[in-house]
C-alpha cells in the first residue's frame, strides 16, 4: 500500500525559508519520478517540482529559481527546499508520483503560510 507522509510545513515571514520532507512506503522515490504539488483555497491543486529517476529535475515557473526539490534515496524521502517564500505560495503542499495522477491517494499535506 503506497502511503506518502509530509511534513515541515508552517508559518513563515516572507522571505523566509522552509524545508518539506516526503517519506513514501510502498513505493520507490528513486524509481519513478516524483512530484511536490500545492493546493490553496480555491484553486486547483498545481505541480510545483518534478525529480525524475535520473535526477533530472523541473520547476513551475512561479518557483524557479526559489524552490529546489531532491531526495534521499536511502531514506525514501524526497524533500522541498523553499526560500524567498511568498504570500502566494502558501498552500498545502503534497507530495505524489506523477504517473499516479489522477491520483486516487493523497497524503494529509503540509500547510504553509506566509504571513508577517
Known amino acids: 500500500q503506497v502511503q506518502f507522509v509530509e511534513s515541515g510545513g508552517g508559518l513563515v515571514q516572507p522571505g523566509g525559508s522552509l524545508r518539506l520532507s516526503c517519506t513514501a512506503s510502498?513505493?520507490?522515490?528513486?524509481?519513478?519520478?516524483m512530484g511536490w504539488y500545492r493546493q490553496a483555497p480555491g484553486k486547483q491543486r498545481e505541480l510545483v517540482a518534478r525529480?525524475?529517476?535520473?535526477?533530472?529535475?523541473n520547476y513551475a515557473d512561479s518557483v524557479k529559481g526559489r524552490f529546489t526539490i531532491s531526495r534521499d534515496n536511502a531514506k525514501n524521502t524526497v524533500y522541498l527546499q523553499m526560500n524567498s517564500l511568498q504570500p502566494e505560495d502558501a498552500a498545502v503542499y503534497y507530495c505524489?508520483?506523477?504517473?499516479?495522477?489522477?491520483?486516487?491517494?493523497w497524503g494529509q499535506g503540509t500547510q504553509v503560510t506566509v504571513s508577517s
Open positions: 505524489n508520483q506523477p504517473f499516479r495522477i489522477p491520483a486516487n491517494y
Open positions: 525529480i525524475d529517476p535520473r535526477g533530472s529535475t
Open positions: 510502498g513505493t520507490s522515490v528513486s524509481i519513478y519520478s
